[in-house]
């Protein structure tokens, strides 16, 4: 299926005139009045943003070169800032914020080396310094109070998965038990509270892929699957069920998605896929988009399919967010906002300089050049 929607340019973005409208191709017609091609949402409020962001219950948080701030959501202002680790020349590059401490990590190249380290910081929700990771590579994730990297250093190299407290010191390591390799499968949804973690584990010549369902804590398992691979952090836990992209997997089971019973481990369904990238989840169904520009909605409860709709063309990053009944899906830096019951585009696509979009029940949030736009909440 072609894309319907037009890609526009800078000047689309900042406010200019929108350069044509598009057509849909088997979609009804939306019911709510649209937005003019191109056209963004009114920006509640913006700030410059030369660092990272994220947003947890209702604050959100950015860096700047040498400082840490947190804004209320609603209106952008500022509730504390406080000084960070990071130098002036530099702004931490990822902000993780959980229900109870913010992590800021800055990437730095370490003198006399050509290589690159990272280094956490951790505060607690006003501000008070809780401690440092040393050599904290990878993503962040806050699971309730515990800090869970998920380490891809590239295809072919060694992937592990490691946990420290709020303080910084260290819970567990994938890498201490030898050379397999592992992936966090699961990370917590947008304002959810979650203690625990799908942790995948790679297949060596004596033993099969296995995903087992950890206490973040601890990383002791309540069940564990063998079989499965998933090759990222893609997927998500509902509470009663998780949902996970899986890769092609030397045990015999295929890519695609599939839906765990989150008690037992045990699959309700398992839909074939290539190169699914991420899932979230929308009232009664599970929203999926892979890297060649498809997105698909599958019935949660049989895995049915309800529509698919090609946005684009390419082999990009996926990265998927729901506000109101809006899915954005944000593809090589573009978003394109489709109705999430039907897949009907609304609105036409934004432009492609949105390096991160995150979305929860305060709004929408976007890193838009050295911007951060905060919008209301989408219909």
Known sequence: MASPFTTLSRRALLGGAALGAFSVVGAPPARARRRRAGELPAVRWRA????????????????????LHAHAAADGAVRWEVPSHVQAKEAAHLVAAGPRAVAAVARYRKAGSPAYDAHAETVDGG???????????????????????????????????????????????????????????????????????????????????????????????????????????????????????????????????????????????SVPADLLQEAVPYRDSVLVGGAVGTVRSLDAATGAPRW?????????????????????????????????????????????????????ATGVYAAVDDELLAFDPLP
């Open 48 to 67: 410059p943003l030369p660092g990272a962001f994220d947003v947890h219950a209702g604050t959100v948080y950015r860096s700047t070169p040498g400082k």
């Open 127 to 269: 501000g008070r310094p809780l401690g440092a990771v040393r050599s904290c590579s990878g993503v962040p994730y806050w699971f309730d109070s515990t800090l869970v990297r998920a380490v891809q250093a590239s295809n072919s190299s060694y992937h592990w998965v490691a946990a420290h407290a709020e303080d910084g010191s260290p819970l567990w390591s994938t890498s201490d038990g030898g050379s397999r390799r592992a992936w966090l499968a699961t990370r917590p949804l947008a304002g959810q509270v979650s203690a625990r973690a799908l942790l995948v584990r790679d297949r060596t010549e004596d033993r099969p892929a296995s995903a087992s369902l950890v206490d973040v804590r601890t990383c002791a398992p309540s069940w564990t699957l063998e079989g499965v691979l998933s090759g990222g952090e893609w997927g998500y836990d509902s509470g009663g069920h998780l949902v996970l992209p899986t890769e092609a997997d030397g045990a015999g089971v295929g890519a695609g998605v599939r839906r765990l019973d989150a008690a037992t481990g045990g699959t309700v369904w």
């Open 308 to 360: 698919q709709v090609d946005v684009a063309r390419g082999f990009e990053r996926m990265r998927l967010a729901v506000s109101g009944g809006t899915l954005l899906v944000r593809y090589n830096a573009t978003v394109y906002p489709l109705d999430a019951a039907t897949g009907a585009p609304r609105g036409g696509a934004w432009p492609g300089y949105v390096t991160r979009l995150t979305a929860d």
